[in-house]
């Protein structure tokens, strides 16, 4: 008898349809003898729909009752997903993010779990229960409602994965596992069937959306195995763990790719130390969250700067900017919305050091110019224009031998 | 500085339009010094949605699971009054049931609370917040979500008052107050500008459906004044109190109906003592309650008994009755649901025990044939065939001087 988590999202319970074949999904896990705990999202729709009304009524909601709106979704979702196991003759018992004491910061609209007391949950599962837990939320300490922002519900089936200790997360979506890179930009893309912790969290951070970045971290930190399987279609699908010995032969893992970017360039900052922070300072402080930084030597003492951040974020980070810069005596500021980054990650990677020339290589053959480079243990990184985006990745897909056709036998 | 706890219902607040109108009268409240607690339904149409989306997957959804789906009606009302509220530049915060201790039985779908626990409330007011409450809603001792059931937020918003010690419980409506009677059976009904607890309960279980029995009932309990007013228009309302001297004056606070009715009759049940736990025990035991009870001394040792129920309760109650008579032998079960109950209220009757030959001499001379009577200390409450409804009750309205030209200066 395993201990199973599984996560179904918006798309998988979008209807009372789609929720009584999830329902029959999890029962046959439940059949099978497993203990299943369900962690779901709202119904694809519903978080749209009651942002709606509350931008009919304040352009700027505040955040604490945007979580307590928003919160609902999942309720809703948990409820009829219920009913619907015991529809089914399954004994099934929902409870929202603050029932089962998903204890979180008060960070509203992007909380971050501090602790789940599992308790509640496994004296449920030992009377034979399935157990239908709302993601996404939870509350913090003075038990106001919080929301963990996007893609929370993953976060929240691996958080209570491992409070649980339970042997696998199961997320279901709407792809039938991780592939090496997105199929609707690469047709031969390939499925794999397992990738490390690591190489998630470097394709997560890079735009694949997949799973979310978060649950990938938490789930590394806590060893909690992670599957990534479809709603809508039988499969293995891609099985997320610790490194493991096989995993040298192939180099790569996959290619990742995101148009969210935008690049800021602050020029002519007198060269003084500290100032990197005098200029990141204020953005960090408006949280908004900085990808790659790049800072080149100028002339006359003085230096250029450069980083990118969400697109979303570009008009205020560029006001702040602008600011910083008189502030600075700089002599200039530049935004760029037009670039895209592309990523190869892989842990193998860390032992081929001519991985990164043979990227440089490959892009620079198709005459695609490099404006960013940044390089982790596992990853690499590049921003080029954003109408390079579709064949720098195929082109890359070939290069690193990654096609549907397996290569390394 | 006053302590006013405010309740607006399902139509009050049944769009984002009327959720901003009901903030601005909030405002109103809270700009003129007073404290204010805000009580609220789900918007109108939100919990029939959430209804049929249940019954898209189970015919017969549990009590449980369709608490924990109704109560996001409340809290979707909740959020966006308080950014209504917030976005005219007021401190608000919303709460559910759960949040501020509203502690109930257990008793899922119809919960009695037992408890509230003001203090969080308290500390929002005394910084200059006003507190949003979901209404119909709260949490048993194991912290699963309850609903109160129908007109639950009536007496959320009262047990509120209580637990506060609010100066006043006030109830928005989309009516401007009690009245004498209905106003679309008697033209010349006339709005009450105070009506004592007693009243207000005889008539609302006498078909009024201006405010729930059970809020009623909580207000006398614990004295809280409690005030019937319009949503959509200003004025005064009515204010329910206990009695006060003048009352004696007007005789009759008003004419209660209710179309509701049946009328069951076994008729040649051997007279023995216990026979009317034999005919009422197994109705009750299905849950069916009991309004007027009759009984007839018959000839042959036989004895009639007739009572009334609900007129959705009789199917049932019939099936019941009619196996309760071959038990007891009894001669025949007849059934009768064409029949309406007339209610004339008052404190002032206690001290006058002429009113009920008034009544039933004002009735004869319209040729209303009275086929059941009822009386309480406050209270006669009589049986007609239901074509008599209008006439009757503008026969009693006119008979008791209780036209809109004010007779009592």
Redesign the interface.
């Known amino acids: 008898m395993a201990l199973i988590v599984q996560k179904y999202g918006g798309t998988s319970v979008g209807s009372?349809e789609r929720?009584?074949a999830v329902a029959e999904k999890v029962k046959r896990c439940h059949d099978h003898g497993d203990q299943v705990v369900v962690v779901v999202s709202a119904m694809s729709g519903a978080t749209n729909r009651?942002v709606s009304?509350?931008k009919?009524?304040?352009p700027h909601?505040?955040a604490?009752?945007?979580d307590?709106?928003l919160?609902?979704g999942e309720?809703?979702t948990?409820?009829?997903l219920?009913?619907?196991l015991?529809?089914l003759g399954v004994e099934a018992?929902?409870y929202?993010g603050?029932?089962v004491h998903i204890r979180t910061d008060n960070a509203h609209s992007k909380a971050r779990i501090v602790d789940i007391d599992g308790r509640r949950v496994r004296t449920d599962l030992d009377a034979g229960r399935i157990v239908v837990v709302a993601g996404f939320q939870g509350t913090d300490q003075d038990?106001?409602?919080t929301t963990l922002g996007r893609g929370g519900s993953d976060t929240t089936a691996v958080a209570m994965a491992a409070a649980l200790r339970a042997d696998e997360c199961q997320i279901f979506t709407d792809v039938n596992g991780v592939y090496t890179t997105d199929p609707r930009v690469e047709p031969n893309a390939r499925k794999l069937d397992r990738i490390t912790f690591e190489e998630m969290l470097e394709l997560a951070s890079s735009g694949s959306k997949v799973l979310q970045i978060r649950a990938v971290e938490f789930a590394g930190k806590y060893s909690v195995p992670l599957r990534v399987l479809s709603s809508f279609e039988e499969g293995e699908g891609t099985l997320i763990t610790l490194e493991d010995k096989d995993v040298e032969k192939a180099k790569i893992a996959g290619i990742a790719f995101s148009r969210d970017e935008a690049k800021l360039t602050i020029r002519g900052v007198p060269d003084h130390p500290g100032v990197a922070y005098q200029i990141l300072g204020p953005i960090g402080e408006a949280n908004i969250e900085v990808d790659m930084i790049v800072q080149n030597i100028g002339k006359d003492e003085t230096t250029d700067f450069t980083f990118t951040v969400h697109r979303n974020d570009l008009p205020q980070a560029l006001e702040i900017l602008q600011k910083t810069a008189k502030d600075l005596g700089a002599r200039e500021v530049e935004a760029d919305d037009k670039i895209v980054k592309i990523a190869l990650v892989g842990v193998g990677m860390r032992s081929h050091a001519a991985i990164a020339s043979n990227m440089f290589k490959a892009l620079s053959k198709e005459q695609i110019n490099i404006q960013m480079i940044s390089t982790s243990e596992i990853k690499i990184s590049v921003i080029v224009d954003e109408k390079y985006l579709e064949l720098g990745v195929r082109t890359l897909h070939e290069a690193f031998d990654l096609n549907r056709i397996e290569t390394q036998a």
Do not use: D, F, K, W
């Open positions: 009372t929720i009584r009651l009304l509350a009919e009524i304040a909601p505040s604490r009752e945007m307590v709106l919160s609902t309720q809703v948990i409820s009829l219920s009913i619907a015991q529809q018992r929902s929202t603050g029932q038990g106001n409602i």
